[in-house]
């Protein structure tokens, strides 16, 4: 078999990708528009979760538990601001105002969720019955479990990630 080129595989692979719906940014694949049709969840096409392989279920005493560790992890507002600008549009929000969102962590930084990860960050709207606010009840909750040894970390991120709201009867918290 003749050898292709990588450039020739790439251009066949990002052609492939267009075909199917999907663009290729920074290596990665990523959907050209996200559904509103799961909210208060973000489209886990777009958004599935990702999470910090430096918080594990051995490391929650010298992370998550840790007053104030969330800060030494947490995104600059100029790059959370940028990607939420972008997700908007993808989303198809009519609104673009970015002062209705909140660029979430679907799995919280509290439960190990990945930082920077747009798998991990979506323009979860401020406005509705269930909002960002709501969401961050849910979290706080589920690290003072975790953190007292209740829940695993495991389960409350599986918890949070199948849907937030109803995470904590779902773990016999509510």
Not at 51 to 63: C, E, G, L, W, Y
Request: net charge negative.
């Amino acid at each position: 078999m003749p050898r292709t080129s990588r450039s020739l595989v790439t251009a066949l692979s990002s052609l492939a990708l267009a075909a199917a719906g999907l663009t290729v940014a920074a290596g990665t694949a990523h959907a050209q528009s996200c559904s509103q049709d799961y909210l208060p969840l973000p489209d886990p096409s777009c958004q599935p979760g990702a999470f910090n392989p430096d918080v594990t279920q051995s490391t929650i005493d010298t992370t998550i538990c840790v007053s104030g560790w969330t800060a030494t992890v947490r995104p600059s507002s100029s790059y959370t601001t940028a990607l939420k600008k972008q997700q908007i549009v993808e989303y198809g929000f009519t609104d673009t105002s970015t002062s209705d969102y909140e660029e979430d962590h679907f799995v919280p930084l509290e439960l190990g969720g990945s930082p920077k990860s747009e798998l991990n960050l979506w323009p979860e709207p401020q406005y509705g019955t269930t909002t960002a606010a709501n969401k961050d009840t849910v979290e706080n909750k589920l690290k003072k479990a975790v953190c007292a040894g209740t829940v695993t970390l495991a389960d409350a991120q599986d918890a949070i990630v199948t849907d937030w709201t109803t995470a904590l009867s779902k773990l016999g918290l509510s």
